[in-house]
């Protein structure tokens, strides 16, 4: 019996130091930051949010006395709802006339504005028998181009500076006029 406990004896010593370093040990968990990519769509709402608003004269400076041989015929400016807007009327006949809006899309109001006006249908495209809505490049970003076959009503807009929302609306215009009428206007800064 004696044997037995000296043999076992060396194991339980063995046994007992392994226990003695495992308590001894000390795990340690390394914590990685994670970083969460900001969505640019909400950045560019935010961004908005934050900018003051402009000055009407600074609105109307996108609304040249002429445009594609068209004179001005009409101004007019409000900053009532919330954000600065002016436009001005194009007329070449009683039955062919242009209109360029312009809106200041900075503060809450106009973020706002920004976001159900032009940045929802830059997703959406469609085409259908009496037109077509589509996304389009225009001067390195994007532009929402539509048009009614029935009513001959056509569109054009367009972020310019990053925070002017330019709209032009032509009837008895090609699309294609808008566009030309929207690369006259000058990129303001």
């Known amino acids: 019996m004696n044997r037995i406990v000296l043999f076992a ?8 130091n392994e226990n ?5 040990k000390t795990d340690t968990v390394e914590v990685k930051s994670v970083t969460v990519p900001v969505d640019p769509a909400v950045q560019k709402l935010n961004d908005l949010k934050n900018l003051s608003p402009l000055g009407l004269d600074e609105l109307t400076a996108w609304l040249p006395a002429q445009v594609t041989g068209l004179k001005r015929t009409n101004l007019s400016m409000s ?3 919330g954000y600065g807007e002016a436009y001005a ?3 070449k006949n009683r039955k062919t006339d242009m209109r360029i809006s312009v809106y200041d899309c900075a503060g809450e109001s106009g973020a706002n504005l920004y976001n159900r006006t032009y940045a929802s249908k830059l997703q959406a495209s469609q085409d259908t028998t009496d037109g077509y809505t589509k996304v389009v490049d225009f ?4 532009a929402i181009e539509h048009f009614e076959k029935s009513t001959n009503l056509s569109s054009f807009t ?3 500076n990053e925070r002017i929302m330019v709209t032009i609306t032509g009837r008895n215009f090609e699309p294609a006029a ?3 009428a929207a690369e006259g206007l ?3 800064s």
Not at 20 to 24: I, V
């Open 158 to 160: 367009f972020m310019g």
């Open 139 to 142: 001067r390195g970003g994007k």
């Open 178 to 180: 808008l566009k030309e």
């Open 186 to 188: 000058q990129k303001k």
């Open 89 to 91: 009327d194009y007329e």
């Open 79 to 81: 900053n009532n709802v």
């Open 20 to 24: 003695a370093s495992l308590t001894e």
């Open 9 to 16: 004896l060396p194991f339980t010593l063995l046994a007992c």
